[in-house]
Every structure is written in structure tokens, then in C-alpha cells.
């Protein structure tokens, strides 16, 4: 779906994204994990066009030449589900598609159904719902316009553990049901393993090693992957 | 383009504005009058004798400024008749042209489109007075007499002292030893002179005080102070019927009226319009109603209603203008500090200057009232656009852009309303700053507020005084609340309950 070539992207002298190449297969769902500051997030906001990076991105078997086009067949969701606090939930979800004159007013009720969204919450302001609720109104949001990919940034980080726990069940299962390709972020190793096997570990802006939990415990490609994995083990 | 945008939104909002300012001038005569009570009755007095002779419109600017603000706008056009005196003229307006004589002074005139008439029969010179008793006991009867008293302690107008024919011509021309001159206010000099806190002063011939506190005016015996013969300026162009309503007018007060005259608006406290429809009845024949006085909430009335249009057409104005400015600071951070930094220069130019700087583009009145709060409103609602858009979570600016809306509907949809409650608060601290403000376009002829506070300060009368400021502190209180109230409305309810959590 994406074919990232020496992809780079640096503010001034801050370097925060090193040349790094990978492709995200269609249908599959990838997890880029790391500590902060690692640029999972910055990967993640090049896919979505929200970063303009050095070297080549190709979409769909194609370089990305008008973001705006491409951005349609995305949706992106970031953690608290970044919706817009002046508009209703519903409001919120139908936005993009009353901006393109599009009545998607069924489309709204079939995806609450998946995520299990009430009526009554949809006719709510952001402030009066909880964390799971909003992060399932902006997974509804972005799931709006039928798109190929889903861009997930920690979209369960501000969660408490068992919301978290059921939403995480439920994601994986949209993901699925919808057969979307999916791009996870999150710092969650545990969290990371109950998405995908196919893993990204990264730090300092550059990718660290590629492959499966497994892969990074048997075959670590440096000492910080393992350093990763026991840090995780150890909480 | 998008560079293009604000700058032709700028242009756009500017014939916006042009277009409001352009309303039809109408047909009247336009009498003006400075800052002094004496200048006021005669005013009036040209008011009413044009009127009485011709079937125009004549309207009187009352308190309109000071020499040099009456004389630009009489030469621009903006007004057609004031009341000057030679001396003046001579000495400040038109300082170093040739004008020693009536001739040279009526050329010179007649060179800006003016015209002058006949000395209207009374002088208002300089003098040096002191209280009665101390000059019996000095036995001081002129100017050289003082010679003799060193000790002396001068209390003059500030104009007086700084001027170069003023103190220290006075001094040279006499050989005079005293040292000790204090500047003042005129009008206090007189009650300095009475407590005996000071020992002599500059008083003008009509001041109705000399009556009042029975000064000795000492002779000018080596002809040292120039003669200030009151005259009215009019424009050429004036209607013949009332060019001659004026020259009927000379020689028909002489100096002991005029001072009878200032005695009674100043300290007797009667309407200047009554005094002159009895001195144009008197001198023209005419029977000249005097204007019934306005009860005080007519007046009061009248004033709410020029104040708030003047406020209202610069609030308006700006609004249009600086939001657009906001948004293109907010957008381009370059072009923004200039903006920004451009907008809050012209916040620091005082106020007061800029009023008068505006006058030979604007003339007088409300149009450069309204211009000058329309510039001094651009800055709080500028920096607050640009605060309230620049202060939007980078997450909700990924999360509409992600969505793919475009600048335009992102703008719309999602920026504008998150700022709106910020905007509104700079709209509203605009509005009220431009209440205040809007008081001081009655030194330039504007009305509103202003005027009593001007005429009050003039005639020293407190309850005049309190008749604009306290009604100009009310309608900012509730400039105030109705803008509390707009905000609640224009914030969207969401962004209610996000602020109640």
C-alpha cells in the first residue's frame, strides 16, 4: 500500500526522521514502536501527509503527488481521538462528508453499530463523553469515507487499562471485519504484539530492527532491543 | 495567491470604509468657534445675524479647537466663518508674511480664499493688571512704573512666557528687573492673582475677571503690545447676503460690551445663543429667536446618539478589516510580526496628535474621529485573531488537514469558531477603549460625549463635566456586558462545556 524510499525528514538542523525504507503491505496491519522522541510519530505523520519528507512515497502503487486526493482514502486517528470540541460527536464524524455534499447520514449508524456507539452519545459534545468514547467517535470519523488505510498514532495511550483492554479487542476486530490496512503507533511492546507480528522498533529516528516479538527476542539486531524488551517485562 | 488575499481584503475593507465616509456633504454654512468662552459668543453671533439675513442652513461647531485647528479647516473648506483677531494673525497664523498693514493682512487672506471684515469694534489686547489695592499702594499707573518694584512676582499664561513677543519682549522693551514669572493656566493666573499668591499678570482687555475682581490695568505707555482687533475670517465664496450679515456686524461692539458679554456666559452662566439674538437684534433690527435650550436628557439623548455612531461605524470598520489582518498574521509568521508590529505603532501615536495630524486629509468632524478610532480599534482585535488562531492544538490542525479539508474549510469550519471567544474579546476591549476615546473627537468638532466635558472644563462647571462623563462611563459598562453576552452566544456550547470541566 505504501513504498517508502530513503525517507527523511529534518527542521532546520534537528534531524528527526534518518533515511529509512520499508513497505506497508495491503491489508496487513504494521506497529512502529519505540521510546519518545524514537520518530514513530513522524513516520506516521509522512504517511498521512501531514510532513513533508525527503525522498520518495509512493501511495497505492504510485508516487503521492496531490495530498489532498490521497488523504481521503486515510484515516487517521490520534490519541484522545483529536476531535473538535465545537462540534457534536455526529457533527464530527460527518464533516468531511458534508463538506463534500455527501449524505452519509446511514453510513454513521452501520459504523456505530461496529464500535458501539449509542444514539444518545452521538448527539453529545466531546467534553461530555469518556476517553473510549471519543476515541471510538474519531475511529468512526475516520472510518467515514470508506478509506484503504488506517493510520493509528497511541490511540489507546490515554485510556485506563480495561477500557483500553476492550477497545484494543474491538479495534483489531474493525481492522479486521473491514480488512483495512492498518499503521499502528504506540510505545506499548505488549500492546504492539496484540496487533501484529510485524513489527518496527525504532530510536533516534532511525529503524532499529524489523520483524516479529519473536524475532526480537531471539535474534536481537542490537542491545537495546533486548534492553526494550526487559524494560517492558520488568513493569 | 494566497499572499494576494489579505492584501486585496485590506484594499477591499479600505473602499469599504471610503465608502462610509463619503456621505453627501449638504448644503449649510458652517460658523466655528475656538476654545474660549469669548470666541463661543461670538461665534453665535455670526450664527445668528447669517441666519437672520439668508435662508441657509447655518450650523455653529462649537469649541472646535485651537487657533491652529480653526485655521486649517477654514482654509481646507470645512468651515466658512470664525472669529479672530488681528494679532493673531499677525503674530502666529501668518508670522513672517507681510502683513503689518490691513492691506498686506487682507492680501494674504485673499490669497487662502478668505476675506475679513471691519474691526468688529472692540479689542482684546494684552495687558498688565494687578489688584486694586496693591496698585494704590504702589501707586502704579504704567507698565514703567513697575520699574521701581523689583520684587514683583508675574504670574502669566504659558503661551505668554514661551512666546517670543510675549515675557521677554515685554521685559526688554520696558528694562522691567523682575525674575520671578510663573507660567499657568489663564484662567487660574486670575485666582493666583487674588490670593495674593502672585503679584501681577497678563490679562486680555475683555476678560470679564477685570470687572469682576476691579483690576488696575496699567498702560502700555511705550506702545509696546500689539493691537488685537476681533474680526470675523470668512470664505470667499461665502453667499453675498451673508458676507454682508457679517461686515453689518462691525463696529458694533465695543470693548466694555464684549467684557459685559464674557461676564455673563462665564460667570453668570447664560447660553451664548441668548446673548447673540439680543446683539443681533440690537445692532442688525432682526428679531432673532434664540434657540430653545434642550432639556438635558434631549441633550444627553442627542449625544448618545452621535457618540455611538461615531463609535459604531470605526468598531464596524475595524472588525472588517482586522480579522482578515489576524488571520493573514496568523497564516504567514513573517508578514505577521510586521502586522502586528505595524498595528501596535499605531496604538502609541497620542491621541490628541493624531486627531489634529489628520485634519488637512480629513477635515473635521466625525470622518477623522471615526478614522482614528477605526485605527486604534485594528490593534486589540488583531492580536487577538492572531492569539486565538495561533493557540489551536496542533493535534485538532493535523486531525482537520488528515481529514483532508481544505485551508479554506479548515479555516471555516474548525479555526474560526475554536477562536471566536478569543476574537470577541478583543472586539470587546476595541469597544470599550473606543467609548473612551470617542470623547476626545469633540476637540475636533465630532460631538458626542465629548462636547459637555469640553464646554464644562471651558465655563468651569462641574455638573457640565459629569453631563458627558458619567454617561460615557455608563455606555462602556454596558458596552461591556453586551459584549460579555455576545461572547457567551458566539462561543460554540461545546467549547462551554470544555471550559466548565
Known amino acids: 500500500m505504501y513504498s517508502l524510499q530513503n525517507i527523511s525528514v529534518s527542521y532546520g538542523t534537528t534531524i528527526a526522521l534518518r533515511p529509512v525504507s520499508m513497505e506497508v503491505e495491503p491489508g496487513k496491519t504494521l506497529v512502529l514502536i519505540g521510546p519518545s522522541g524514537s520518530g514513530k510519530s513522524t513516520l506516521l505523520r509522512v504517511m498521512a501527509g501531514l510532513v513533508t519528507p525527503e525522498g520518495v512515497l509512493a501511495f497505492g502503487g504510485a508516487p503521492v503527488t496531490d495530498w489532498q486526493r490521497v488523504r481521503r482514502r486515510i484515516g487517521y486517528v490520534i490519541q484522545d481521538g483529536g476531535l473538535f470540541p465545537h462540534l457534536t460527536a455526529r457533527e464530527n464524524i460527518l464533516l468531511m462528508s458534508r463538506e463534500l455534499g455527501l449524505d452519509n447520514a446511514a453510513r454513521v449508524e452501520e459504523l456505530a453499530a461496529l464500535t458501539h456507539l449509542q444514539q444518545d452519545q452521538l448527539d453529545r459534545y466531546p467534553a461530555e463523553l469518556s476517553g473510549g468514547q471519543r476515541q471510538r467517535v474519531g475511529i468512526v470519523r475516520a472510518l467515514m469515507l470508506d478509506p484503504d488505510v488506517l493510520l493509528l498514532d497511541e490511540p489507546l495511550s490515554a485510556l485506563d487499562p480495561v477500557i483500553r483492554a476492550g477497545l484494543a479487542d474491538e479495534l483489531k476486530n474493525i481492522i479486521g471485519t473491514l480488512k483495512k490496512t492498518a499503521v499502528l503507533v504506540t510505545h506499548s511492546l505488549s500492546e504492539a504484539r496484540f496487533f501484529s507480528d510485524r513489527l518496527v522498533l525504532m530510536r533516534g529516528g532511525a529503524v532499529v530492527q524489523e520483524g516479529s516479538y519473536a524475532d526480537f527476542e531471539a535474534r536481537p539486531a542490537d542491545p537495546f532491543v533486548t534492553e526494550f524488551i526487559d524494560a517492558e517485562r520488568k513493569l | ?501
Open chain 2, 1 to 501: 495567491m494566497t499572499g494576494l488575499q489579505p492584501a486585496f481584503r485590506i484594499r477591499f475593507a479600505l473602499s469599504l470604509l471610503c465608502l462610509l465616509f463619503a456621505f453627501p456633504a449638504q448644503a449649510q454654512i458652517k460658523v466655528a468657534s475656538k476654545l474660549f468662552t469669548e470666541s463661543v459668543i461670538l461665534g453665535e453671533i455670526a450664527r445668528s445675524a447669517i441666519a437672520s439675513r439668508t435662508d441657509e442652513t447655518v450650523i455653529h461647531a462649537r469649541e472646535l479647537g485651537g487657533t491652529r485647528v480653526v485655521f486649517n479647516a477654514i482654509e481646507a473648506g470645512e468651515i466658512d466663518v470664525y472669529a479672530d483677531y488681528t494679532g493673531t494673525l499677525r503674530f502666529e497664523t501668518l508670522a513672517g508674511e507681510d502683513v503689518a498693514t490691513d492691506a498686506g493682512l487682507r492680501a494674504a487672506l485673499a490669497a487662502r480664499g478668505l476675506k475679513m471684515t471691519a474691526s468688529l469694534g472692540f479689542s482684546n489686547n494684552y495687558a498688565i493688571a494687578l489688584m486694586p489695592d496693591l496698585a494704590a499702594e504702589l501707586g502704579v499707573e504704567t507698565i514703567s512704573d513697575l520699574r521701581d518694584h523689583p520684587n514683583l512676582v508675574f504670574g502669566v499664561a504659558s503661551e505668554f512666557l514661551d512666546r517670543a513677543d510675549g515675557w521677554q519682549a515685554l521685559k526688554a522693551a520696558y528694562d522691567l528687573p523682575q525674575t520671578d514669572a510663573r507660567g499657568m493656566i489663564h484662567d487660574l493666573a486670575y485666582r493666583a492673582l487674588a490670593s495674593g499668591q502672585t503679584d501681577a499678570i497678563d490679562a486680555y482687555t475683555t476678560d470679564p475677571q477685570i470687572a469682576q475682581y476691579d483690576l488696575k490695568l496699567l498702560r502700555d505707555d511705550r506702545g509696546h503690545f500689539p493691537t488685537y482687533d476681533a474680526v470675523f475670517i470668512y470664505r470667499a465664496d461665502l453667499p453675498a447676503a451673508a458676507q454682508a450679515a457679517l461686515e453689518a456686524l462691525a463696529g458694533s461692539l465695543d470693548e466694555a460690551a464684549m467684557q459685559q458679554l464674557n461676564m455673563r456666559a462665564q460667570l453668570g452662566g447664560e447660553a451664548e445663543a441668548v446673548l447673540a439674538a439680543e446683539i443681533v437684534s440690537e445692532v442688525l433690527g432682526e428679531t432673532v429667536e434664540a434657540a430653545a435650550q434642550k432639556s438635558r436628557t434631549a441633550r444627553i439623548w442627542q449625544r448618545t446618539k452621535e457618540h455611538l455612531v461615531l463609535v459604531g461605524i470605526a468598531l464596524s470598520a475595524a472588525l472588517v478589516t482586522a480579522i482578515p489582518l489576524g488571520i493573514a498574521a496568523a497564516r504567514l509568521p513573517r508578514f505577521g510580526s510586521i502586522i502586528l508590529g505595524g498595528v501596535g505603532i499605531l496604538q502609541t501615536i497620542p491621541s490628541l496628535a493624531l486627531f489634529v495630524v489628520l485634519i488637512p486629509f480629513m477635515g473635521i468632524g466625525a470622518v477623522p474621529t471615526v478614522f482614528a478610532l477605526f485605527l486604534y480599534s485594528l490593534l486589540p482585535i488583531v492580536r487577538n485573531t492572531h492569539a486565538g488562531l495561533s493557540g489551536i492544538a496542533p493535534g485538532l490542525l493535523d486531525s482537520a488537514d488528515a481529514l483532508g479539508l481544505s485551508r479554506g474549510a479548515r479555516l471555516r469550519r474548525v479555526e474560526l469558531p475554536l477562536a471566536a471567544p478569543t476574537i470577541m474579546a478583543g472586539v470587546k476591549t476595541a469597544a470599550v477603549i473606543a467609548v473612551g476615546l470617542a470623547t476626545l473627537g469633540a476637540i475636533i468638532g465630532a460631538g458626542g460625549y465629548g462636547q459637555p466635558i469640553l464646554t464644562g472644563i471651558r465655563l468651569a462647571s462641574t455638573p457640565l463635566i459629569l453631563e458627558g462623563a458619567i454617561p460615557a462611563a455608563i455606555l462602556a459598562l454596558i458596552m461591556q456586558w453586551l459584549f460579555d453576552l455576545a461572547e457567551r452566544w458566539i462561543t460554540p456550547r461545546g467549547l462551554r462545556l470544555r471550559q466548565a470541566a
